[in-house]
């Protein structure tokens, strides 16, 4: 079945320390998404992708970020300088007609802790 | 700068009771507007995209409504099973714009 797959499901960070979330798509969608949830907020956008080789930030992209180096594929690294990282970030992808009706695919999240 | 706005932020329904969910948004240019329902700890699932005032959408108990400024996601006689929280999103030329969501509880 296509899908977003993201990895891991939870991620625990130290102080300091980058940290990579994975987000893998079998759809053939051109464009990715990275957005992080909060409690009481909106998904707010951390980076896109429309193509690959190409990405633009988001309304959030202050301490991350991103590759595209193949179609399938668009990992989010959190780095260091990203002073309040504990969310629920979700990747998602659109494509196309479908992308037109259904907006985005989203993947099933990773929530990230700092401890 | 595109705005979505929902409320109430939380919503107690008893099973049975009917009740509305409010998307306000402001945008340069619609080209969809769509709901999407989310259970905890999951990512957003696809309910209904809208494109132009007047059109409406239903979906089992769900009725999603869109006019030029707001949209209305209806919930008639709920059951527990349709607690979730339910995201409105907006869609400019290459991106969505999300509100906060609603989360609906239904007790039986």
Redesign the interface.
Same mark, same amino acid.
């Given at each position: 079945d296509g899908g977003i797959t993201q990895s891991p499901k939870y991620l625990f960070r130290k102080e300091g320390q980058n940290v990579t979330l994975s987000c893998e798509q079998n759809l053939n969608h051109d464009a990715m998404y990275w957005y992080r949830q909060d409690p009481g907020q909106g998904l707010r956008l951390i980076y896109y992708s429309q193509i690959v080789n190409d990405f633009q930030k988001g309304d959030i992209a202050e301490g991350y970020s991103v590759s595209r180096e193949k179609k399938e594929s668009f990992p989010l690294t959190v780095t260091s300088a990203q002073k309040n990282p504990t969310a629920f970030y979700l990747c998602a992808s659109s494509g196309g007609q479908v992308g037109s009706y259904y907006g985005y695919t989203f993947g099933s999240g990773t929530r990230l802790t700092v401890v | 700068e595109d705005q979505?706005t929902q409320s109430p932020?939380a919503l107690r329904l008893q099973e049975g009771e009917s009740s509305s969910l409010n998307c306000s948004y402001t945008v340069s240019g619609l @080209? &969809?507007l769509?709901w %999407?329902r989310q259970d905890p &700890? =999951? &990512?957003?699932? !696809?309910l209904f995209?809208l494109y132009s005032a007047g059109e409406e959408k239903e979906k089992e108990r769900l009725k999603a409504t869109l006019t030029k400024k707001e949209s209305f996601l209806h919930i008639t006689a709920p059951k527990p099973e349709d607690s979730a929280t339910y #995201?409105c999103?907006v @869609?400019d030329d %290459? =991106? #969505?714009? !999300? &509100?906060?969501?609603t989360t609906v509880t239904v007790r039986a």
């Open positions: - | 979505v932020e @080209r &969809g769509f %999407y &700890g =999951k &990512g957003p699932e !696809f995209t #995201l999103a @869609r %290459y =991106k #969505l714009s !999300f &509100g906060a969501g």
